[in-house]
């Protein structure tokens, strides 16, 4: 069993950064790949960037890339987001979730958070 809790979401400008924090129990934390997911008012959930247990492995969605950067701690049981140049479009609940494979399909996580509410003002 994995339980996660994100922190680090707020509200922030347009063009502004945030750094969400999920810290996972477990001893196993190693062997999980992570991801970050968001779900927007009256949308569906989807995947923002995974990253394999080890590290060295990392994946996102196109709006993603070359804003946000998934990195890991394995010492600190935490995976990151650093999202940098925010958009309007960001704002969202933020989600982490913990699973076998480092993937964007949601339904091979087995395990998720609560939430981080991020909200980006134009």
């Known amino acids: 069993q994995v339980q996660l809790v994100e922190s680090g979401g707020g509200l922030v400008q347009a063009g502004g950064s945030l750094r969400l924090s999920c810290v996972a129990s477990?001893?196993?934390?190693?062997?999980?790949?992570l991801g970050w997911f968001r779900q927007a008012p009256g949308k569906e959930r989807e995947f923002v960037a995974a990253?394999?247990?080890?590290?060295?492995?990392?994946y996102y969605v196109h709006s993603a890339k070359g804003r946000f950067t998934i990195s890991r701690d394995n010492a600190k049981n935490t995976v990151y987001l650093q999202m940098n140049s925010l958009k309007p479009e960001d704002t969202a609940v933020y989600y982490c979730?913990?699973?076998?494979?480092?993937?964007?399909?949601?339904?091979?996580?087995?395990?998720w958070g609560q939430g981080t509410q991020v909200t980006v003002s134009s």
């Open positions: 990253i394999s247990g080890s590290g060295i492995t990392t």
């Open positions: 979730a913990a699973g076998r494979s480092t993937t964007h399909a949601m339904d091979l996580y087995d395990y």
């Open positions: 477990g001893r196993t934390f190693s062997s999980y790949a």
